[in-house]
């Protein structure tokens, strides 16, 4: 998996875990911070000279006050500032800001940073960014912006940068060609902003070859169908989905993992997961779907499904395995049905033939 795919991954939980380079100070905010540590370890996995680092390395004479800095990081974590100090380093290569009460960044804020690799504005109550502020940082391939009150994605971000955290701000729309240029970028978090299907534009992912891209606790009705083709994770969870026709995934063929849980979906019309076949997960749980979706036995690769938590009060003989075993390129690791109607003693054992083992299968616990 791609590196950066990783990190953006471990990025999309709460909080990431371990220590920061530095003594951490309490958190404003628990549960909305990012592990500096780690971010800083991948930005030595991203550099040539990255095993040149040494975090004993006396701290910069000309630290803004109150922060703390060592090796091109500075942290000013938890300072209670309302604006980005004015005196950061030049060299500056991880700039931590994550949880004060910013409430804009201005225009001239990071006017020497050219250097930067890594910005930490989560957890503040920034509302505006100047349109100019990002064009010093032309080497910046990373940028956290969760947890504020944006109500648009900022514009001129970086051309190099590759990802890009803005989940949980007030963003309604996506506007035509907000990430152009952005030819690098591989990982979106885009969770938890008030989008809609008509939120986002026409055009609005032109260009992009993204990997990952979540725009899960929103206000979609369907599947977008102007999603980058490249896709090879998609994250759609806690939406208000409601099915899937033949055409919605046409576009998506690289999908490795789609995540539709927690949505409102109550059936997949036949042919809905064709263009899907290189799927290897496949989240359908806490849905109010009445069967199987049709066609997962004709995908070779699935590994993973989970239909935990749906109405499905039978299971046919042939919903998960192929008739011959030559179809089927791997065997299945994780089945959920628990959460269901069904009656597991009137499941044919046959149906988990292609099972890798029988602790892959879960069934029962409904209370319904």
């Known amino acids: 998996m791609h590196p950066c795919l990783i990190l953006c991954l471990l990025g999309s939980l709460p909080a990431l875990s371990g220590a920061s380079p530095f003594p951490r100070r309490r958190p404003s905010n628990p549960g909305k911070t990012v592990d500096v540590k780690s971010l800083m370890l991948l930005m030595m996995n991203d550099e040539e000279d990255g095993s040149g680092f040494d975090f004993d390395l006396p701290a910069y004479p000309n630290c803004p006050f109150g922060c703390q800095c060592n090796m091109k990081v500075v942290q000013c974590s938890d300072l209670g500032l ?12 991880l700039l931590d800001l994550q949880a004060n009460h910013i409430t804009e960044i201005r225009e001239h804020d990071f006017k020497n940073l050219h250097s930067l690799y890594a910005l930490v504005l989560v957890n503040n109550l920034i509302s505006k960014v100047h349109p100019r502020a990002f064009l010093p940082m032309g080497r910046m391939e990373k940028l956290y912006l969760s947890h504020n009150r944006l109500t648009t994605v900022p514009r001129n971000l970086p051309p190099l940068l590759e990802e890009l955290r803005i989940h949980d701000n007030n963003i ?10 952005l030819h690098k970028m591989n990982c979106i978090e885009l969770g938890r902003n008030p989008i809609k299907n008509s939120g986002l534009e026409p055009g609005a992912f032109d260009g992009l070859h993204l990997n990952f891209l979540r725009i899960s606790e929103a206000k979609l009705t369907s599947i977008p169908k102007d999603l980058p083709d490249s896709l090879r994770e998609l994250h759609l969870d806690n939406n208000q989905i409601q099915s899937i026709g033949p055409e919605d995934l046409r576009h998506y063929g690289e999908l490795y993992r789609l995540g539709l849980g927690y949505n409102k979906i109550r059936h997949i019309e036949f042919g809905g997961l064709y263009y899907v076949q290189n799927l290897r997960e496949l989240h359908l749980n806490h849905n109010l779907l009445s069967s199987v979706p049709s066609g997962l036995p004709e995908m070779k690769y699935l590994q993973v499904v989970y239909l935990h938590s749906n109405n499905i009060s039978q299971v046919a003989v042939d919903a998960f395995c192929p008739a011959s075993f030559s179809v089927k390129k791997t065997f299945y690791n994780s089945i959920s049905l628990y959460d269901n109607p069904v009656h597991y003693w009137e499941v044919q054992p046959a149906t988990f033939r292609c099972v890798s083992d029988r602790r892959a299968v879960q069934l029962g616990n409904y209370k319904k």
Do not use: C, L
């Open 172 to 181: 309604k729309k996506i506007e035509s060609r907000t990430f152009a240029g």
């Open 82 to 93: 309302h604006y980005v100090p004015n005196d950061i380093p030049a060299d500056t290569r």
